[in-house]
């Protein structure tokens, strides 16, 4: 019978372990993709306000709106400039300028970068002062920058003990069937112990969830 829990056990950590890591895998990439667009997103928040310097400047000079994207892309690093450069390639395409500035803001819908579009798109529409207009949005975003920046600072002691929180559990677990296995064997083997692992692990996975969900919270 000792051999017989040894075993179910055995089965029960390896199709627990299996099961673990193909989620992992599978979220590990999904959260892989979402960082890259999410450093991508950041990048281009940060070029923004220089960017939009340019296009006032050019503005100013008397080009046209077109004209004056046409020259910033020429100046602005990547991914900012790839980014515009498939606005402008939309509006040769046949769209309107001020359709293809939407399309590009629907492509990120949050962050200074949405705002900066639909802005130019709106005052491009309404034939309102533009450089005026750019300036001011140049600042916003450098405040909303600088914003962003102390709120993580701030919250990096959150985020830690929410990691900690979420990570402990697991972590008490596994030490606990290594130093005291007879322990944890009725817990495994038992409907019991199996419902009660089950209901754990559904009120760490919400409490994780929520905790990222509070954490991803948008500044606007």
Not at 121 to 143: F, H, K, Q
Not at 188 to 195: P, Q
Request: aromatic share 4%; hydrophobic share 45%.
């Amino acid at each position: 019978m000792h051999l017989l829990d040894i075993f179910s056990t055995f089965l029960t950590g390896a199709a627990a372990t299996t099961i673990t890591f193909l989620a992992a895998g599978w979220y590990g990439k999904r959260s892989n993709r979402e960082k890259i667009s999410r450093k991508s997103s950041q990048q281009m928040e940060e070029q923004l306000p220089a960017f939009l310097d340019t296009l006032a400047s050019g503005l100013s000079a008397g080009n046209s709106l077109q004209q004056s994207m046409d020259i910033c892309i020429r100046k602005a690093p990547d991914p900012l400039m790839t980014f515009v450069q498939k606005i402008l390639l939309k509006h040769k395409s046949g769209l309107s300028l001020e359709d293809a500035l939407k399309s590009g803001a629907d492509e990120i819908s949050t962050g200074s970068m949405s705002l900066a579009l639909n802005s130019i798109a709106a005052c491009y529409r309404s034939g309102s002062n533009m450089v005026e207009a750019l300036s001011l949005l140049a600042t916003l975003c450098r405040e909303r920058s600088n914003l962003r920046k102390k709120i993580l600072a701030r919250t990096a002691q959150s985020r830690m003990q929410g990691s900690v929180i979420v990570a402990v559990p697991l972590v008490f677990m596994i030490l606990l069937y290594i130093v005291s296995p007879q322990n944890m064997i009725p817990v495994i083997r038992t409907d019991l112990g199996r419902n009660i692992m089950a209901a754990a692990l559904l009120l760490q996975t919400i409490g994780a969830l929520l905790i990222r969900r509070v954490l991803k919270q948008e500044i606007l």
